[in-house]
């Protein structure tokens, strides 16, 4: 029974990633191009996670300074503080830079999320938001020039794993944008 439990997850989770595959590709292709334009710009991805998105975004960090696949130079990205993200944000963010906000799914997580977002838009700051359903009150605070990716679920252990993939993905395609395909650098070597 539990070995079916365990493979059911597998199965799940599988099938969730062919959801967003094509529900969601759009949208982290113009994450994608949101982050390369600030990091090409001069600009700063500042990050902050909600809830499990806490646990993602110094992972995402650490990618997108140190190396994802690829050895390159360091990519501008800081991680907010947990104890006062918005204050840090006010005092050191600019208008170059963008919002990268992970998990804000959930009332209290879009409450918590919600005057983050506020800041960044009075410095007229991009944000890109990594959600799921359920943060509708987040998503009428968002303009036009941010990114909505909201994976279409509600449990919390498959939200995250989509996170994750939508993360590695905005590594991988800053780094192809930047860096060219590895690929097809690969053939040409």
Request: hydrophobic share 50%.
């Amino acid at each position: 029974m539990l070995l079916q439990r365990i493979q059911q997850q597998f199965i799940d989770s599988a099938d969730l990633g062919y959801q967003c595959a094509e529900a969601l590709g759009a949208q982290v292709e113009a994450a994608i191009s949101a982050v390369q334009a600030v990091v090409t710009g001069g600009g700063k991805v500042w990050v902050h996670g909600v809830g499990a998105g806490a646990a993602l975004a110094p992972l995402f960090v650490a990618q997108f300074v140190g190396t994802y696949d690829r050895d390159r130079p360091g990519l501008p990205a800081v991680q907010l503080p947990a104890d006062a993200p918005v204050r840090s944000l006010a005092a050191l963010a600019t208008a170059d830079d963008l919002l990268l906000l992970i998990g804000a799914q959930g009332g209290a997580a879009v409450a918590a999320a919600q005057p983050l977002v506020d800041a960044a838009h009075e410095r007229d700051m991009p944000v890109v938001v990594l959600g799921a359903l359920g943060n509708g009150l987040l998503t009428h605070g968002l303009r036009d020039t941010d990114v909505n990716v909201c994976v279409p679920h509600t449990r919390a252990a498959r939200i995250t794993e989509m996170h994750l993939l939508v993360l590695n993905c905005v590594c991988d395609g800053v780094d192809a944008l930047l860096l060219g395909d590895a690929a097809e650098m690969e053939m040409a070597a």
